[in-house]
Nanobody
Framework: QVRLVESGGGLVQPGGSLRLSCVASGSIRSINDMGWHRQAPGKERELVAQISSGGNTNYVDSVKGRFTISRDDAKNAVYLQMNSLKPEDTAAYYC???????????????WGQGTQVTVSS
């Protein structure tokens, strides 16, 4: 059983910063790609940032230069540093990981429960 738990969301003023954390736990053998998605009310879920096991990253255009994704493999964790936040960044943020868990030899995508980020004055 694998579980992903996000933390770090909250209310912040425009121009402010937040750091989201996501920790995976359970019978983990290895983790491939990890990422952050978001979903605003009435909109589809979109990929915000992704990081490979080798550290390669990619971002949606709207957050390039403002958000930074990183990971700590020793802690089975992925982070999202969000700077210069804008009201349009308001959404529920979800982490996911492509994880191989005991006793399987296959990778599956697991999701966290989400954390709310609200950018408002």
């Amino acid at each position: 059983q694998v579980r992903l738990v996000e933390s770090g969301g909250g209310l912040v003023q425009p121009g402010g910063s937040l750091r989201l954390s996501c920790v995976a736990s359970g019978s983990i053998r290895s983790i491939n790609d990890m990422g952050w998605h978001r979903q605003a009310p009435g909109k589809e879920r979109e990929l915000v940032a992704q990081i490979s096991s080798g550290g390669n990253t990619n971002y949606v255009d709207s957050v390039k230069g403002r958000f930074t994704i990183s990971r700590d493999d020793a802690k089975n964790a992925v982070y999202l540093q969000m700077n210069s936040l804008k009201p349009e960044d308001t959404a529920a943020y979800y982490c996911n990981g492509n994880i191989r868990a005991w006793p399987s030899f296959s990778y599956y995508t697991y999701w966290g429960q989400g954390t709310q980020v609200t950018v408002s004055s």
